[in-house]
């Protein structure tokens, strides 16, 4: 099996094939071959995805997907896939 990581617009990173993934420079146990992590930064299972993006309305400014493909024995930090708030998130601002 291939092992990628793919970046979703407004969602998820999924994760297939065998990746260590690394939460604090720290191995996570993952009992499927491929996951979905969380980058919006609200799901309540992270470093894996519960959907919350969906509810909080996360927007990434990505268009499309990106795919990349990890050589043999190459990790995942979640913290490399996690996104920052966008700052023109009209979500984000102070109310008057």
């Known amino acids: 099996m291939?092992?990628?990581v793919t970046?979703?617009?407004d969602g998820p990173a999924l994760v297939r094939g065998d990746v260590e993934i690394r939460v604090g420079g720290e191995?996570?146990?993952r009992v499927r071959g491929t996951v979905a992590l969380c980058r919006c930064?609200?799901?309540t299972i992270a470093p894996f995805c519960?959907?919350?993006h969906k509810v909080t309305r996360f927007t990434t400014g990505e268009a499309a997907p990106s795919c990349r493909e990890l050589?043999?024995?190459e990790g995942v930090d979640h913290e490399d896939l996690a996104c920052p708030p966008r700052l023109d998130d009209p979500r984000l601002r102070e109310s008057a």
């Open 41 to 43: 930064g609200g799901s």
């Open 7 to 9: 970046t979703y617009p």
């Open 71 to 73: 050589a043999e024995g």
């Open 27 to 29: 191995p996570v146990e």
């Open 50 to 52: 519960d959907g919350t």
């Open 2 to 4: 291939r092992r990628t």
